[in-house]
Protein backbone atom coordinates (compact mmCIF):
# COMPACT_ATOMS: atom_id res chain seq x y z
CA UNK A 1 0.00 0.00 0.00
CA UNK A 2 2.65 2.55 0.56
CA UNK A 3 2.58 3.25 -3.38
CA UNK A 4 -0.95 4.50 -2.73
CA UNK A 5 -0.40 6.74 -0.22
CA UNK A 6 1.60 8.90 -2.64
CA UNK A 7 -0.67 8.17 -5.90
CA UNK A 8 -3.12 11.22 -6.82
CA UNK A 9 -6.51 10.72 -7.17
CA UNK A 10 -7.58 13.19 -9.93
CA UNK A 11 -10.06 16.07 -10.01
CA UNK A 12 -13.33 15.77 -11.40
CA UNK A 13 -13.79 18.96 -12.75
CA UNK A 14 -15.08 21.56 -15.25
CA UNK A 15 -15.84 24.57 -15.48
CA UNK A 16 -19.12 26.45 -13.75
CA UNK A 17 -20.25 23.62 -12.27
CA UNK A 18 -23.37 23.70 -9.85
CA UNK A 19 -21.64 22.20 -7.25
CA UNK A 20 -17.64 21.16 -6.52
CA UNK A 21 -17.58 18.44 -3.86
CA UNK A 22 -14.11 18.55 -1.82
CA UNK A 23 -13.20 15.74 0.11
CA UNK A 24 -10.22 16.13 2.91
CA UNK A 25 -7.45 14.12 1.33
CA UNK A 26 -7.68 10.29 -0.51
CA UNK A 27 -7.79 7.90 1.79
CA UNK A 28 -6.02 4.55 1.03
CA UNK A 29 -8.25 2.92 -1.51
CA UNK A 30 -9.09 6.04 -3.13
CA UNK A 31 -4.96 5.84 -3.91
CA UNK A 32 -4.96 2.51 -4.71
CA UNK A 33 -8.26 2.99 -7.37
CA UNK A 34 -7.55 6.08 -8.41
CA UNK A 35 -10.96 6.89 -7.51
CA UNK A 36 -12.94 9.42 -5.07
CA UNK A 37 -14.35 8.15 -1.64
CA UNK A 38 -13.40 4.24 -2.61
CA UNK A 39 -13.50 3.21 0.68
CA UNK A 40 -16.68 0.42 1.09
CA UNK A 41 -17.11 2.08 4.35
CA UNK A 42 -17.57 5.71 2.95
CA UNK A 43 -21.22 7.25 3.03
CA UNK A 44 -19.98 10.11 0.34
CA UNK A 45 -21.79 7.85 -2.94
CA UNK A 46 -24.77 7.08 -0.69
CA UNK A 47 -25.71 10.08 0.80
CA UNK A 48 -25.43 11.61 -2.62
CA UNK A 49 -27.59 9.52 -3.69
CA UNK A 50 -30.14 9.65 -0.83
CA UNK A 51 -30.22 13.92 -1.33
CA UNK A 52 -31.77 13.42 -4.55
CA UNK A 53 -28.03 14.85 -6.33
CA UNK A 54 -27.73 11.38 -8.89
CA UNK A 55 -31.17 9.52 -10.06
CA UNK A 56 -29.17 6.01 -8.92
CA UNK A 57 -26.28 5.35 -6.12
CA UNK A 58 -22.72 5.62 -8.45
CA UNK A 59 -19.54 3.65 -8.22
CA UNK A 60 -16.74 5.69 -7.48
CA UNK A 61 -15.21 4.94 -10.56
CA UNK A 62 -18.27 6.17 -12.10
CA UNK A 63 -17.26 9.39 -10.77
CA UNK A 64 -17.22 11.19 -14.09
CA UNK A 65 -20.69 10.82 -14.89
CA UNK A 66 -20.99 13.43 -12.13
CA UNK A 67 -19.92 16.23 -14.58
CA UNK A 68 -23.27 15.76 -16.79
CA UNK A 69 -24.78 16.23 -13.20
CA UNK A 70 -22.78 19.94 -12.88
CA UNK A 71 -21.24 17.73 -9.95
CA UNK A 72 -17.71 17.44 -9.18
CA UNK A 73 -15.04 16.13 -6.55
CA UNK A 74 -11.73 17.15 -5.83
CA UNK A 75 -9.62 17.47 -2.10
CA UNK A 76 -8.37 19.97 0.24
CA UNK A 77 -5.27 18.14 0.40
CA UNK A 78 -3.65 15.66 -2.62
CA UNK A 79 -1.61 13.22 -0.61
CA UNK A 80 -3.23 10.21 0.09
CA UNK A 81 -2.81 9.01 3.94
CA UNK A 82 -4.18 6.04 6.10
CA UNK A 83 -6.87 8.82 8.14
CA UNK A 84 -7.28 12.24 7.79
CA UNK A 85 -5.37 13.23 10.68
CA UNK A 86 -2.23 12.26 9.28
CA UNK A 87 -2.26 15.95 7.78
CA UNK A 88 -0.28 18.97 9.32
CA UNK A 89 -2.47 21.75 10.08
CA UNK A 90 0.63 23.30 7.26
CA UNK A 91 -0.95 20.82 5.00
CA UNK A 92 -3.98 22.13 5.03
CA UNK A 93 -3.39 25.41 5.29
CA UNK A 94 -1.60 25.18 1.88
CA UNK A 95 -4.40 23.08 0.78
CA UNK A 96 -6.64 25.83 1.51
CA UNK A 97 -4.28 28.10 -0.54
CA UNK A 98 -4.47 25.90 -3.56
CA UNK A 99 -8.10 25.03 -3.25
CA UNK A 100 -9.27 28.63 -3.40
CA UNK A 101 -7.38 29.16 -6.35
CA UNK A 102 -9.04 26.13 -8.10
CA UNK A 103 -12.29 27.27 -7.15
CA UNK A 104 -11.30 31.03 -8.28
CA UNK A 105 -10.47 29.26 -12.01
CA UNK A 106 -12.94 26.78 -12.38
CA UNK A 107 -16.08 28.92 -10.66
CA UNK A 108 -18.60 26.45 -9.17
CA UNK A 109 -21.62 27.72 -7.63
CA UNK A 110 -20.95 25.88 -4.86
CA UNK A 111 -18.15 24.80 -3.22
CA UNK A 112 -19.01 21.87 -0.44
CA UNK A 113 -16.30 20.95 1.82
CA UNK A 114 -16.70 17.77 3.73
CA UNK A 115 -15.19 17.97 7.02
CA UNK A 116 -15.64 20.70 9.87
CA UNK A 117 -12.14 20.32 11.37
CA UNK A 118 -10.59 20.35 7.48
CA UNK A 119 -12.02 23.28 7.05
CA UNK A 120 -11.78 25.11 10.56
CA UNK A 121 -7.86 24.38 9.67
CA UNK A 122 -7.44 25.35 5.81
CA UNK A 123 -9.75 28.33 6.26
CA UNK A 124 -8.57 29.48 10.06
CA UNK A 125 -12.41 29.30 11.01
CA UNK A 126 -12.32 27.83 14.20
CA UNK A 127 -16.08 28.30 14.67
CA UNK A 128 -17.13 26.31 11.57
CA UNK A 129 -20.05 24.93 11.43
CA UNK A 130 -22.09 22.80 9.34
CA UNK A 131 -24.02 24.49 6.69
CA UNK A 132 -23.58 27.46 4.69
CA UNK A 133 -20.50 29.87 5.06
CA UNK A 134 -20.50 33.13 4.97
CA UNK A 135 -17.42 33.23 3.51
CA UNK A 136 -17.02 33.38 -0.69
CA UNK A 137 -14.20 32.64 -2.82
CA UNK A 138 -15.25 35.14 -5.69
CA UNK A 139 -19.04 34.47 -6.73
CA UNK A 140 -18.72 30.64 -5.28
CA UNK A 141 -20.68 30.11 -2.36
CA UNK A 142 -19.00 27.79 0.45
CA UNK A 143 -21.35 24.91 2.21
CA UNK A 144 -19.61 22.97 4.80
CA UNK A 145 -21.13 19.50 4.67
CA UNK A 146 -19.65 16.72 7.69
CA UNK A 147 -17.16 14.06 6.75
CA UNK A 148 -18.63 11.08 5.00
CA UNK A 149 -15.98 8.21 6.56
CA UNK A 150 -17.45 5.41 8.06
CA UNK A 151 -15.16 6.99 10.83
CA UNK A 152 -17.38 9.39 11.60
CA UNK A 153 -19.56 8.22 14.46
CA UNK A 154 -20.88 11.47 14.80
CA UNK A 155 -23.27 11.73 11.80
CA UNK A 156 -25.50 8.50 10.65
CA UNK A 157 -25.94 8.18 6.86
CA UNK A 158 -29.73 9.68 7.69
CA UNK A 159 -28.62 12.69 9.15
CA UNK A 160 -25.60 12.92 7.14
CA UNK A 161 -28.22 12.72 3.86
CA UNK A 162 -30.19 15.24 5.22
CA UNK A 163 -27.56 17.83 5.48
CA UNK A 164 -26.89 16.95 1.78
CA UNK A 165 -30.09 17.15 0.68
CA UNK A 166 -30.05 20.53 2.66
CA UNK A 167 -27.44 21.81 -0.14
CA UNK A 168 -29.03 20.51 -3.05
CA UNK A 169 -32.00 22.16 -2.30
CA UNK A 170 -30.01 25.66 -1.54
CA UNK A 171 -28.43 25.23 -4.85
CA UNK A 172 -31.71 24.93 -6.30
CA UNK A 173 -31.15 21.67 -8.66
CA UNK A 174 -33.82 18.83 -8.69
CA UNK A 175 -34.02 15.30 -7.16
CA UNK A 176 -32.72 13.76 -9.36
CA UNK A 177 -33.79 10.37 -7.79
CA UNK A 178 -35.68 7.68 -9.81
CA UNK A 179 -39.64 8.33 -9.02
CA UNK A 180 -38.96 11.68 -7.92
Known amino acids: MEAARHKVVPDVLAQ ?3 VLFCGINPGLASGAAG ?3 ANPG ?3 WPALH ?3 FTPRRLRPDEEDALLALGLGITNVVERTTAQANELSRAEAVEGGRTLRRKVESWR ?3 LAVLGVTAFRDAFGDRHAKVGPQAMEMGPTRV ?3 PNPSGRNAHWQLGPLT ?3 ARLRRAAGLPDRRDGH
Request: proline fraction near 5%; charged fraction near 30%.
Open 35 to 37: HHF
Open 162 to 164: DEF
Open 143 to 145: WLL
Open 50 to 52: GSG
Open 108 to 110: PRW
Open 16 to 18: DLD
Open 42 to 44: TRF
